[in-house]
């Protein structure tokens, strides 16, 4: 059953998650600014009314055992009727109010202790919000000393007709600023994604049938992947070829003696020596065409086989078989080369190239097998070189051991279907096979690369 996430694309699922984040982020910013910005202004709005209830305690004095209340204001409005900025001081026999105060009616003036400051913010009553700073102070005079509490009070309109004025601005400098970000990230993701709509086009008209091979005008991060593709379909097309080359080759080379056959049927008496020499070559050729066949060939995807395991398999193997010439085998294997293909096919390139050594050589034979590296590649390929001290191979025929389409009816000296195969089988590998003469033993040398 199929979930409703998977039937969301990646882009818009990255699309989604993004732009929610993004949203969420600025809005989580935006309510961190508007505090912020709240708890400054109030702060400026405390350090204000702390200053003026200084500036009218230091106005305040006692002359001749009575308090004389300040006739300078620290700010004009306290001047102005209904200004909303008022001063008071209250003592316990009496109350003085600053001009401002007139036709107003605030909030009764609780006393405070002496030198305690309160800051009430807001204050609601009747319907608005205040700030009040109170203050106790003491005056000693000649005939003792009086107590007194300076209050300030402001009404709060202003301040909260700013911070909506604030919030107003800042809510559309966010919905700007997102609108403008949603977009940019649109355009990055169009832009970053369109490498995997082309991937996914070249798919596409892959499975139609079209003869593709991925370009190497993709992103790093999926250039790792076109090319293991390139390969797995390079290898198939290359299994493909050769299966039809092999069934090909099977037809053309079964004819000759099923013509023999035939016509030998038509004879009478029917040579049976005739037919049954026949019959074993259409064997040998049916076996020889299918070795061909099973040739696992080059792959993407496959475990590294050690080839220093399977090459003590083989030397073990043709060292008991040909144990009495008591011949010299030399190797030089590099630390952790690994051949990355079916264990059989190594099987059959280092068993074939072997047994021609062994069978060719006079006392020595070399075997150096040495790894291979190439930019891009993470994993690595191999070279092996097999040269022996016997007579070797011409240099003019060289060329045609390595020709394609041995059938398995022809005869090379020394060389004929165990040469073919691991001809096939280098070229499935997308590798490839030399033969020269060996520049210390001076006889045949065969250097096989097998890129990674």
């Known amino acids: 059953m199929t979930t409703v996430t998977q039937k969301v694309s990646l882009t818009k699922r990255v699309m ?4 929610v984040a993004l949203l969420v982020a600025l809005a989580v ?3 961190v600014m508007d505090q912020a910005f709240k708890e400054k202004t109030l702060h400026l709005v405390k350090e204000r009314l702390e200053s003026y209830v200084i500036a009218i305690v230091s106005n305040t ?3 001749q055992g009575e308090l004389v209340f300040p006739d300078n204001y620290p700010t004009p409005r306290m001047n102005q009727p209904g200004s909303g900025m008022y001063a008071q001081i209250t003592t316990a026999e009496q109350q ?5 105060v007139l036709g107003q009616d605030l909030p009764e003036v609780i006393p405070v202790a002496l030198n305690e400051r309160l800051f009430d913010a807001p204050l609601e009553f009747q319907g608005e919000r205040l700030f009040r700073m109170r203050q106790g102070f003491e005056f000693v005079g000649d005939n003792g000393s009086t107590r007194l509490t300076i209050t300030i009070t402001e009404h709060a309109g202003n301040f909260y007709r700013e911070l909506a004025e604030f919030e ?4 559309t400098w966010l919905i700007a600023i997102s609108a403008v970000l949603v977009s940019i990230q649109w355009v990055i993701m169009y832009w970053s994604t369109k490498p995997l709509k082309r991937l996914m086009a070249d798919l596409l008209r892959l499975e139609k049938g079209d003869e593709l091979i991925f370009s190497e005008n993709y992103p790093s991060e999926l250039r790792g992947l076109t090319t293991s593709l390139n390969r797995l379909i390079e290898n198939e097309r290359s299994n493909l070829s050769r299966q039809r080359r092999t069934l090909g080759d099977l037809a053309h080379s079964l004819k000759t003696p099923l013509a023999v056959i035939h016509a030998e049927l038509d004879n009478s008496p029917v040579d049976r020596e005739i037919i049954q020499q026949q019959v074993m070559n259409m064997n040998e050729i049916v076996a020889y065409q299918l070795k061909r066949a099973a040739v696992a060939g080059h792959r993407t995807f496959v475990t590294g086989v050690p080839v220093i395991d399977v090459l003590d398999k083989i030397l073990k193997s043709l060292e008991k078989v040909h144990h009495q010439r008591h011949i010299q085998v030399t190797t030089q294997i590099a630390p952790g080369a690994e051949f990355y293909g079916e264990q059989g096919d190594l099987f059959e390139v280092l068993g074939n190239l072997l ?3 062994f069978k060719w050589c006079d ?11 190439m930019e891009g590649r993470k994993r690595t390929g191999i070279t092996i070189e097999i040269g022996d001290d016997g007579p070797g191979i011409p240099a003019d025929k060289r060329d045609d051991l390595l020709k394609r389409g041995v059938r398995g009816d022809e005869q090379v000296k020394g060389h004929g279907i165990g040469l073919s195969i691991v001809t096939d089988i280098v070229e499935s590998y997308q590798g490839q096979l030399e033969i020269s003469q060996h520049p210390t033993l001076q006889g045949a040398c065969f250097k096989i690369i097998l890129p990674p």
Request: glycine share 4%.
């Open 363 to 373: 006392q020595h034979i070399d075997v150096l097998i040495k790894t291979l590296y």
């Open 61 to 63: 004095s006692i002359e």
């Open 29 to 31: 910013i935006g309510l």
């Open 96 to 100: 003085w109010n600053s001009p401002s």
């Open 168 to 171: 107003e601005t800042l809510l």
């Open 16 to 19: 989604i998650t993004s732009s």
């Open 355 to 357: 047994e021609n050594a």
